[in-house]
């Protein structure tokens, strides 16, 4: 789903970018803007990521005036030639090329909508000129570099805009983010957002810096900016309904990786079952999980909050041990017990297919409940944890020895 196309210079000249499409063929547009080593194997593979949420990406060759086609890598020599062509960089003559990359988004037979920008590194820098400058419908700066120094273009921001920066960051230092911040204070349009311990770069994966975490909520934080000004907008709740009506109703397995990306994962965290990538969550769900699951379970829901990009279930997991549940009780034989666990799944999708799924009990209750843990001097819970769920009302800190000591004493 990807292809390079020429763009028309408004000065004259043509230009490469490189386009990824979505899944469903078409959609709204994001126009992503280079770091300072090109159209790289890490631009692309971050287009690609982007048109799987079901955008047409496009990524202009904004180095064509230097030299077309530039691709560098991180080594020392990379490095250097990456400095190289900033320093010759006409910032002004790029958010041209900008705008004319926009000009033939609009007209690819592909956009459905409208169009945002993204931009990292230097790129940052563009998506905020592109925002002060262009006709972009919005736009996001991942540590953009220098922005401080053309604050006065601020004032043009008339399209939603989000800011990342690093608090370690040495190209766009809390001294430089200070400032922006101050500058935009009181423009509700432009959303700044900080991530502690974490240095430029932290959203490049697999780079001396990047940081998993940052780099996931900041993609999160990104993408529901996108949603809300381009979308496309999935019915998240419904998809999830219909993936667990696979797993627990129908019990097919095809059916129900169906309903994930090609290369999906799970993990039950108390137990560390489930699988990562298609073969081994597969060979799972057939072998260990939907045959490995008592009949008589039962889901009932307490609670759903729905984001841009996931869905975060609460609810009561009940069932009958009448079976070894290799996910949650693995090497442990039927008891015949009955039990009912509150129980949490946080689902986090990419376009309209499940990405992956973290889901999370409380361990020590289950074996109260089938009878393998003793509670006696224990601070855990059986079936109690589950029933005050349903009923806030019964008795809080009875495992608190000590809480009879706080009675009658000043609040």
């Given at each position: 789903m990807a292809e390079w196309i020429e763009v028309a210079a408004r000065d004259g000249g043509r230009f490469k970018a490189y386009v990824a499409r979505p899944p469903h063929g078409s959609g709204p547009g994001i126009v992503l803007l280079q770091e300072i080593f090109g159209v790289n194997v890490t631009m692309r593979e971050q287009a690609d990521a982007w048109a799987e949420e079901g955008y047409v990406v496009v990524v202009p060759d904004l180095f064509w005036r230097l030299q077309p086609g530039i691709e560098?890598?991180?080594?020392?020599?990379?490095?250097?030639?990456?400095?190289?062509?900033?320093?010759?960089?006409?910032?002004?003559?790029?958010?041209?090329?900008?705008?004319?990359?926009?000009?033939?988004?609009?007209?690819?037979?592909?956009?459905?909508?409208?169009?945002?920008?993204?931009?990292?590194?230097?790129?940052?820098?563009?998506?905020?000129?592109?925002?002060?400058?262009?006709?972009?419908?919005?736009?996001?700066?991942?540590?953009?570099?220098?922005?401080?120094?053309?604050?006065?273009?601020?004032?043009?921001?008339?399209?939603?805009?989000?800011?990342?920066?690093?608090?370690?960051?040495?190209?766009?230092?809390?001294?430089?983010?200070?400032?922006?911040?101050?500058?935009?204070?009181?423009?509700?349009?432009?959303?700044?957002?900080?991530?502690?311990?974490?240095?430029?770069?932290?959203?490049?994966?697999?780079?001396?810096?990047?940081?998993?975490?940052?780099?996931?909520?900041?993609?999160?934080?990104?993408?529901?900016?996108?949603?809300?000004?381009?979308?496309?907008?999935?019915?998240?709740?419904?998809?999830?309904?219909?993936?667990?009506?696979?797993?627990?109703?129908?019990?097919?397995?095809?059916?129900?990786?169906?309903?994930?990306?090609?290369?999906?994962?799970?993990?039950?965290?108390?137990?560390?079952?489930?699988?990562?990538?298609?073969?081994?969550?597969?060979?799972?769900?057939?072998?260990?999980?939907?045959?490995?699951?008592?009949?008589?379970?039962?889901?009932?829901?307490?609670?759903?909050?729905?984001?841009?990009?996931?869905?975060?279930?609460e609810m009561l997991f009940c069932f009958t041990h009448d079976i070894e549940i290799d996910w949650m009780l693995p090497g442990i034989p039927p008891t015949g017990k009955y039990v009912e666990i509150p129980l949490v799944a946080i689902v986090n999708f990419r376009g309209d297919k499940l990405y992956n799924e973290h889901i999370y009990w409380d361990q020590a209750s289950v074996l109260v409940q089938i009878g393998k843990l003793d509670p006696t001097g224990l601070p855990v819970a059986g079936v109690e944890t589950a029933r005050k769920l349903l009923d806030p009302s019964l008795p809080s800190n009875t495992l608190m020895h000590n809480w009879q000591e706080s009675e009658g004493k000043p609040i």
């Open positions: 560098l890598d991180y080594s020392p020599e990379g490095w250097q030639q990456a400095f190289a062509c900033y320093q010759k960089f006409d910032v002004d003559k790029g958010i041209e090329d900008v705008q004319a990359t926009i000009h033939a988004l609009r007209a690819h037979p592909a956009l459905k909508g409208k169009i945002g920008a993204v931009g990292y590194c230097l790129g940052g820098k563009l998506a905020y000129l592109t925002g002060t400058r262009t006709d972009i419908d919005c736009s996001v700066c991942y540590y953009g570099v220098g922005i401080e120094q053309c604050l006065d273009e601020l004032k043009n921001v008339k399209a939603p805009m989000v800011m990342h920066f690093a608090e370690l960051d040495q190209y766009a230092p809390p001294a430089a983010v200070a400032k922006i911040k101050d500058a935009a204070r009181g423009n509700e349009l432009i959303t700044i957002y900080e991530y502690p311990g974490v240095d430029h770069a932290f959203a490049r994966k697999g780079g001396d810096h990047w940081h998993k975490p940052s780099a996931m909520m900041a993609y999160s934080r990104s993408l529901a900016l996108f949603r809300q000004v381009l979308g496309p907008r999935y019915n998240l709740s419904a998809l999830w309904d219909k993936h667990c009506e696979h797993e627990f109703v129908t019990r097919d397995v095809r059916a129900t990786m169906a309903t994930m990306v090609a290369e999906p994962y799970v993990n039950h965290i108390p137990t560390m079952t489930g699988g990562f990538g298609h073969d081994h969550l597969a060979r799972f769900y057939k072998y260990h999980f939907i045959p490995k699951t008592p009949k008589d379970t039962k889901l009932i829901p307490i609670s759903r909050t729905v984001g841009a990009d996931r869905v975060v279930d």
